[in-house]
């Protein structure tokens, strides 16, 4: 078992015990229905799939489940994942006979290439290009892997390739789960005319697999209100630590740590005022965190195999990080749920590297 496998697994373990189905209310039951009705009635199911968890992220509440002529797994958030596990993830499911496609919803080059796939998927079905009749694509999948960020970059190329007029459309994206409510249509091709139906994130019932329930956590599936804060992010500091993506941030090392025991403070350049604002997302406050990773990571003598040690170094970085965020509390707790919130969202925008959190099955053989 990998270093980060174990990490997971010891996480699960922890959030088993916090774990509810408060997720899978009334509303999310009644999407559930509604999406299941509309499976026999559309042309072809896009079943969206977070490119970093893609086994993880597997939509179960499908019934009627169309043959896979009619289905197509497509991995969202490619420039969030590790580029040469993607690559392996579509020959996987290539290999099992399924129709798999890596997207980034927000490279609108990227989009109008999935948006040809698709239209010649429909034609190939129809076995005619002449078809004149409504066609609709169905998108579904769990919550906040992008399907809605999906349905309106489709909806744009689209729009703009038929030289369609008119205001588009614009479902809601955001970064927390639950946000799309209703089902949505809209227009991405004419002649024939093609329609993407956006749908609602639906979990199952329950989530028997706790190492899936934390890799949806850390994901953003499922609110973080259903888990610690803190000890999510502490997971997450501890696959950074154990991958190699840190490597690259020796270029934002900083000279002023000159003891890593010492606390952090920034260096401020003549002339130049840092200032740390609300918004972490800042280059200099991103260069900040990263260097402090890349120092602390790099002068941590211990072996990170051993848990204990990289629980050690995982504490250590947070202290770090509070100056870097510009966290000043009294409490230690609250320090470190507010570093916890601020690391968490860097990760989910891809501003901590990239990462793949499932692995590639060695068996290419169907379950």
């Not at 909806?155 to 588009?168: F, M, N, P, Y």
Request: glycine share 4%; hydrophobic share 40%.
């Amino acid at each position: 078992m990998t270093s980060v496998a174990k990490l997971l697994q010891i996480s699960a373990k922890k959030f088993a015990n916090r774990r509810k189905s408060e997720w899978y209310n009334a509303h999310m039951a009644a999407a559930t229905r509604a999406v299941a009705a509309r499976i026999s009635l559309v042309d072809l199911v896009v079943e969206v799939r977070d490119a970093r968890i893609p086994m993880s992220s597997e939509y179960h509440s499908l019934t009627n489940y169309p043959p896979s002529s009619r289905r197509i797994i497509v991995l969202n958030k490619t420039d969030l994942a590790d580029k040469s596990q993607t690559m392996e993830w579509l020959k996987y499911f290539e290999q099992l006979e399924y129709n798999a496609y890596g997207v980034n919803s927000h490279n609108l080059e990227h989009i109008q290439k999935f948006l040809n796939f698709l239209q010649a998927h429909i034609k190939a079905l129809k076995k005619t290009g002449t078809s004149t009749h409504t066609n609709t694509i169905l998108l579904v999948g769990v919550p906040n892997v992008g399907k809605s960020a999906l349905a309106n970059s489709l909806h744009q190329v689209g729009r703009v390739s038929a030289t369609e007029k008119g205001k588009l459309k614009r479902a809601t994206v955001s970064p927390l789960p639950g946000e799309t409510k209703d089902i949505s249509s809209m227009k991405v091709g004419s002649h024939p005319n093609v329609y993407v139906l956006d749908t609602p994130g639906i979990l199952p019932a329950s989530i028997p697999n706790d190492e899936v329930y934390a890799k949806l956590c850390l994901t953003g599936a499922i609110r973080d209100c259903m888990v610690e804060d803190t000890d999510l992010a502490q997971t997450l500091m501890g696959i950074v630590d154990l991958s190699n993506d840190f490597m690259e941030w020796g270029k934002h090392s900083s000279s002023c740590i000159t003891n890593i025991d010492s606390k952090f403070t920034s260096v401020t350049k003549p002339n130049e005022t840092r200032q740390h604002l609300t918004d972490h997302t800042q280059d200099h406050i991103v260069n900040d965190v990263r260097a402090i990773l890349f120092d602390t990571i790099s002068a941590h003598k211990n072996s990170l195999e051993d848990m204990i040690s990289l629980s050690q170094l995982v504490e250590h970085q947070f202290t770090m990080l509070q100056d870097a965020f510009g966290i000043h509390e009294d409490s230690k707790s609250e320090a470190f749920r507010k570093v916890a919130v601020k690391l968490l969202n860097l990760f989910r925008y891809g501003r901590l590297g990239h990462y793949s959190l499932d692995s590639v099955p060695l068996s290419t053989l169907r379950p």
